[in-house]
């Protein structure tokens, strides 16, 4: 088991290059099934989560090339519609195969994904949809077998704001037989690079970016050469680090349009932010102000920034609420983090944290991705060392973190 030890106490200086966005990559290589044709991906994040779905999709037939940051997919002797239980179990975003398979080849046999650290997570609502869309969908020995002849358009309502659920819904779509309206659809960015990337290949797609998306069925997709947007939680997670141990540090390749509430609250939390173009430089001096973080669906603040605030917040000046709507178990940071000191009151979906003048570095564990992406910010600015077990959790979700914060000033180093 691998873990991380972090000197803190330093301020993290310098620049770093964002990566492209994980949530982005997982939706658009699953996109290569719908097409006999070459998708050609560039700006794809070396992680952990990227290398399993290259290789379930790999596994189904889907023939793959690779280069450093760029993946070449040709979907035209896939002969496998399976995603099994041994792949889906370590990443989630495999359900996201369900939907291009039962759009191409009409069968799809998909694990159902386990319980997850966070939440429950169910996929009712991909199962619902796909159903409105002609579906016969059978929820066998832990797999969801669906089959259709051909996908007809629907009116789909989300009762629940989905990601997954939009993006999965979205690609069964653009080959059905008719016009499909996703309405209370999820309104993320990576959802609207997913569309981009879909239309790219021929789809049509309006509305993308609102809660209600519009595709009109079309016959086939052609391949097409699609670059995937930055990480906007990767970059959200250097910005808090910095803020957190009082540095200056400016992100490139990164985009501020789709961090505008994170960028919101690092200003309240007293940061200086300055954008221009793909950079964002950010300056903080003295101790962060505390902030109130209240999670909701995208552009409400992201969910998955909720544990980095709640970091800043434990050594900030005041008493700050941390409100989490969207997963009914995303606290698992706060036992961790007392560990090392922090002041936090938990109540249901609501933590309230008075910031305390220091932290004292101890040895932790990280539950799961944004959990552990807490833990390192909390570990930097801890007096002494920090060590973090069961980082497997990290390198899901951040390409090569120890050597990005090492170029900032970090004293961190990956320890067997
Ligand atoms: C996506 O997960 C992201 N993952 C998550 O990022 C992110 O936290 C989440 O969206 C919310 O923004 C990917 O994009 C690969 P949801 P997803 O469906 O799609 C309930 C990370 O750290 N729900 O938007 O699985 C669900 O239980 C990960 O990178 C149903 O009830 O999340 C949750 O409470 C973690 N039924 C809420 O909706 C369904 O069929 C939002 O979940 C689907 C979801």
């Given at each position: 088991?691998?873990?991380?030890?972090?000197?803190?106490?330093?301020?993290?200086?310098?620049?770093?290059?964002?990566?492209?966005?994980?949530?982005?990559?997982?939706?658009?290589?699953?996109?290569?099934?719908?097409?006999?044709?070459?998708?050609?991906?560039?700006?794809?994040?070396?992680?952990?989560?990227?290398?399993?779905?290259?290789?379930?999709?790999?596994?189904?037939?889907?023939?793959?090339?690779?280069?450093?940051?760029?993946?070449?997919?040709?979907?035209?002797?896939?002969?496998?519609?399976?995603?099994?239980?041994?792949?889906?179990?370590?990443?989630?975003?495999?359900?996201?195969?369900l939907g291009?398979?039962v759009a191409?080849?009409g069968?799809a046999?998909?694990?159902?994904?386990?319980?997850?650290?966070?939440?429950?997570?169910?996929?009712?609502?991909?199962i619902?949809g796909l159903q409105a869309m002609g579906a016969e969908i059978?929820?066998?020995?832990?797999?969801?077998?669906a089959k259709a002849?051909?996908l007809k358009?629907?009116?789909?309502?989300?009762?629940?704001?989905?990601?997954?659920?939009?993006?999965?819904?979205?690609?069964a779509?653009?080959?059905?037989?008719?016009?499909?309206?996703?309405?209370?659809?999820?309104?993320?960015?990576?959802?609207?690079?997913?569309?981009?990337?879909?239309?790219?290949?021929?789809?049509?797609?309006?509305?993308?970016?609102?809660?209600?998306?519009?595709?009109?069925?079309?016959?086939?997709?052609?391949?097409?050469?699609?670059?995937?947007?930055?990480?906007?939680?990767?970059?959200?997670?250097?910005?808090?680090?910095?803020?957190?141990?009082?540095?200056?540090?400016?992100?490139?390749?990164?985009?501020?349009?789709?961090?505008?509430?994170?960028?919101?609250?690092?200003?309240?939390?007293?940061?200086?932010?300055?954008?221009?173009?793909?950079?964002?430089?950010?300056?903080?001096?003295?101790?962060?102000?505390?902030?109130?973080?209240?999670?909701?669906?995208?552009?409400?603040?992201?969910?998955?920034?909720?544990?980095?605030?709640?970091?800043?917040?434990?050594?900030?000046?005041?008493?700050?609420?941390?409100?989490?709507?969207?997963?009914?178990?995303?606290?698992?940071?706060?036992?961790?983090?007392?560990?090392?000191?922090?002041?936090?009151?938990?109540?249901?979906?609501?933590?309230?944290?008075?910031?305390?003048?220091?932290?004292?570095?101890?040895?932790?564990?990280?539950?799961?991705?944004?959990?552990?992406?807490?833990?390192?910010?909390?570990?930097?600015?801890?007096?002494?060392?920090?060590?973090?077990?069961?980082?497997?959790?990290?390198?899901?979700?951040?390409?090569?973190?120890?050597?990005?914060?090492?170029?900032?000033?970090?004293?961190?180093?990956?320890?067997?």
């Amino acid at each position: 088991m691998q873990k991380l030890a972090i000197q803190g106490g330093r301020p993290l200086r310098g620049e770093v290059r964002i990566s492209g966005a994980k949530n982005a990559a997982l939706p658009i290589m699953c996109a290569s099934l719908l097409t006999a044709d070459t998708l050609h991906l560039t700006n794809l994040p070396d992680l952990h989560d990227v290398g399993t779905m290259r290789k379930l999709l790999q596994q189904m037939g889907v023939t793959v090339e690779t280069a450093a940051g760029e993946i070449t997919f040709k979907g035209d002797k896939i002969d496998k519609w399976e995603a099994p239980y041994d792949m889906v179990k370590t990443m989630r975003a495999a359900i996201l195969v369900l939907g291009p398979l039962v759009a191409r080849f009409g069968d799809a046999k998909v694990s159902l994904p386990g319980g997850c650290a966070i939440g429950s997570r169910p996929v009712d609502l991909h199962i619902k949809g796909l159903q409105a869309m002609g579906a016969e969908i059978a929820i066998e020995h832990g797999y969801i077998h669906a089959k259709a002849k051909r996908l007809k358009g629907a009116r789909i309502f989300f009762d629940i704001v989905s990601v997954t659920g939009t993006e999965n819904l979205m690609m069964a779509a653009v080959l059905a037989d008719g016009v499909t309206v996703l309405e209370n659809a999820a309104r993320e960015p990576e959802v609207i690079d997913l569309a981009n990337c879909l239309r790219s290949m021929g789809a049509k797609i309006s509305g993308d970016g609102t809660d209600n998306i519009t595709i009109i069925g079309v016959e086939s997709l052609r391949g097409a050469t699609h670059h995937i947007m930055p990480d906007r939680i990767e970059s959200g997670t250097f910005l808090v680090a910095a803020a957190a141990t009082g540095g200056s540090i400016t992100l490139r390749e990164t985009r501020a349009d789709i961090l505008e509430t994170v960028l919101e609250k690092l200003t309240e939390a007293g940061a200086k932010i300055v954008v221009d173009g793909d950079t964002i430089h950010l300056e903080m001096n003295g101790r962060p102000k505390s902030v109130n973080v209240r999670t909701a669906p995208h552009p409400a603040f992201p969910t998955d920034m909720q544990a980095q605030f709640m970091a800043l917040n434990c050594i900030a000046d005041g008493s700050a609420m941390v409100v989490e709507t969207i997963f009914e178990n995303r606290f698992m940071h706060v036992q961790e983090l007392r560990r090392l000191g922090a002041q936090i009151d938990v109540e249901g979906n609501t933590s309230v944290v008075r910031g305390v003048a220091k932290l004292e570095g101890a040895t932790v564990m990280a539950t799961d991705l944004r959990a552990s992406a807490c833990l390192v910010i909390a570990g930097l600015v801890a007096e002494g060392e920090t060590v973090i077990d069961r980082i497997y959790h990290l390198d899901r979700g951040y390409e090569h973190i120890e050597s990005k914060l090492g170029q900032l000033g970090a004293s961190i180093r990956r320890v067997k």
